[in-house]
């Protein structure tokens, strides 16, 4: 089967407050988009993290886009 798309995106403005190991970020359209994680202790760490004060509120990032070309 084929598919033929056309399509035309503005993004504004794009907030992501979290990402995993098995995060898929995707903007339009994409053939296959085919599951892969891994969980790796690269640290060497052989105990739990410590957990977090209920106070500590993570930062939030955003990615600026440019205006688009007229």
Known sequence: MIFNIHQTIQ???????SISNSSVFQIGSAGVIKPYSTLANTGGFTEPAPLLEEDIVPETSFVPFSPPNT
């Open 11 to 17: 993004i504004n403005m794009i907030k992501v407050e």
